[in-house]
């Protein structure tokens, strides 16, 4: 089992920037990849930003050149430095990490709003 446990959304206007944070507990040696996903108004969740155990990451679309994941081994943390925030990115953001065997552990999610 993964324990994952997000922190840092809140309110900030449009064009501000926000940091994400997930720290990572329990069988964390399984885990082979971490991200962001997140929950916009009225849409399905979409994948927002990935980090595979070798570092290699993956964006979505609409958050390439905006949005940066990057981990800190020591702490098992993964975080999601987002910038240029725009009010359509506001949703709930969660921290996935994916195990052995495509077991996909998931955070219970911390709200961000961007205020226009």
């Known amino acids: 089992q993964v324990q994952l446990v997000e922190s840092g959304g809140g309110l900030v206007q449009a064009g501000g920037s926000l940091t994400l944070s997930c720290a990572a507990s329990?069988?964390?040696?399984?885990?082979?990849?971490m991200g962001w996903y997140r929950q916009t108004p009225g849409k399905q969740r979409e994948m927002v930003a990935i980090?595979?155990?070798?570092?290699?990451?993956n964006y979505g679309d609409s958050m390439k050149g905006r949005f940066t994941i990057s981990r800190d081994n020591a702490k098992n943390t993964v975080y999601l430095q987002m910038n240029s925030l725009k009010p359509e990115d506001t949703g709930v953001y969660y921290c996935n990490a994916l195990g052995s065997r495509g077991i996909n552990y998931w955070g219970e999610g911390t709200l961000v709003t961007v205020s226009s």
């Open positions: 329990g069988s964390i040696f399984s885990i082979n990849a």
């Open positions: 980090i595979a155990s070798g570092g290699s990451t």
